[in-house]
């Protein structure tokens, strides 16, 4: 049970080239989630998957594309990268829809992207 | 705005001693309020969950209590061992809308 799988773990970029973030569950979890992790401030969230089938914005969405391919994968991309996503990237998931319910959310390794 | 303070930002204590993290936050409608302990190179890993009939929740040597009233929150750490150096997130949600509010954590270190 590997719980909350998320690739690459280290990635550098060059400003203007896209990639994409991928991130598998196997807990059977309904929803998905991407937050980034900068310095001195608290987890942000990106987007997030309610379900299969569906995605909607976070606190800070700009510059980010989301596709749920199925219920066990969420991936993020950067069409075209920029410092300012310079981050750590967390990928997460919980068993039922809402982020607000008292049910445990569980975080991937992280990725740390870096934007030169 | 939702906000989440936590304090003191960072830590330093002797392996063996105790000591308490706090958090203050102004989530309104409240939910619940969790704890995660977050190991350098690490994701986030739940160590509480407290909703708002709940006062108090243990996870082995970690107690976190909830004051409601006041909007506060603490974790405190018995007989620190050394695996407790991480940094410690507080996270609240309301009961409107999908999304948490996180505090900038608090970053312990317990020395031997």
């Known amino acids: 049970n590997a719980g909350v799988t998320q690739t690459p773990k280290f990635q550098v970029l060059k400003t203007g080239q896209s990639m994409t973030l991928q991130c598998a569950q196997d807990?059977?979890?309904?929803?998905m989630y991407w937050y980034r992790q900068d310095p001195g401030m608290g987890l942000r969230l990106i987007y997030y998957?309610?379900?299969?089938?569906?995605?909607d914005k976070g606190e800070v969405p700009n510059g980010y594309n989301v596709s749920r391919l199925n219920k066990r994968e969420f991936s993020l991309r950067l069409e075209s990268a920029a410092p300012s996503q310079t981050s750590v990237y967390f990928c997460?998931?919980?068993?039922?829809?809402?982020?607000?319910?008292?049910?445990?959310?569980?975080f991937g390794e992280g990725s740390w992207l870096t934007v030169v | 705005k939702n906000q989440v303070e936590q304090s003191p930002q960072s830590l330093i204590i002797l392996e063996g001693k105790n000591c308490t993290l706090q958090c203050n936050y102004t989530v309104s409608p409240f939910s619940n309020l969790r704890w995660y302990k977050q190991d350098t190179g690490r994701g986030p890993v739940s160590l509480t969950i407290?909703?708002?009939?709940?006062n108090t929740k243990s996870n082995g040597r970690y107690t976190a209590t909830l004051d409601a009233d006041t909007k506060q929150s603490s974790l405190h750490i018995t007989a620190s061992q050394l695996s407790d150096s991480a940094s410690y997130i507080c996270v609240v949600s309301a009961t409107a809308g999908n999304m948490l509010t996180f505090g900038g954590g608090t970053r312990l270190m317990v020395k031997p």
């Open positions: 807990m059977n979890h309904n929803s």
């Open positions: 997460a998931s919980n068993k039922y829809p809402k982020e607000s319910s008292g049910n445990t959310i569980y």
């Open positions: 407290m909703t708002f009939s709940e």
């Open positions: 998957s309610a379900s299969e089938g569906t995605t």
